[in-house]
């Protein structure tokens, strides 16, 4: 790792292409990982960083992108692949918190299906901050609003719904743990994917829990 050098903040790239040096929290926009990871990388010397006078890292861009391109890290979907297993071990557990699953035909399950898989994907991207956050907060109200109104046209009761809700969320928080651990994530940066993620859990149950209001 080199000592920044104000010089070299914009040299020669490939092909004679100015080279520009991004942020710590840039460079996890790109490459689609956590800090601890890109810090990891970067210790180990597979990413060129500099350090600024007061200790801040800045990496390469057209080495991020160039990294991504080539598959050699690609964005982890610990989070998304965690919930899913939780979510299916859960249903077929046969366990009274999830009984509100036999209300709903198999037919519908697998229409609801991709909107729940989408969620997870968006919960992920969020965390990762991988497309804008505004962007993905206002899909997370439009699938939640999808939801309800599905659920409802289904004959499922708002109790129902709620018993729903509720079991996704607990698997989303238990897979947020894992997500800390595997990751190696600071006990700070957990603690902050689980407020994220609650975030936007609580999107979801405002925006399904409004279309079940009277007159709606």
Known sequence: M??????????????GAVRRWVTLARACEILGVNESTVRRWADSGQLH??????????FAEDELYALLESGGHQPDRVLENAAVTRIRRGLHSGRDETKWNDTISASSRDQ?????RRLLEIVDDYIWRRARRSDLELEVTQIGEQYGRELRQRGITLTQAMQAFTFFRQALDQAAKQLAERSRMTP???QQAREQIAGLADRVLLAFSEVYEPGT
Do not use: D, K, Q
């Open 49 to 58: 960083v500099f350090r600024t006078p007061g200790g801040h890292r800045r």
């Open 2 to 15: 080199a000592n920044w050098n104000p010089s070299t903040a914009n040299t020669p790239g490939p092909a």
């Open 188 to 190: 700070e940066e957990g």
């Open 112 to 116: 609801l299906r991709p909107l729940g």
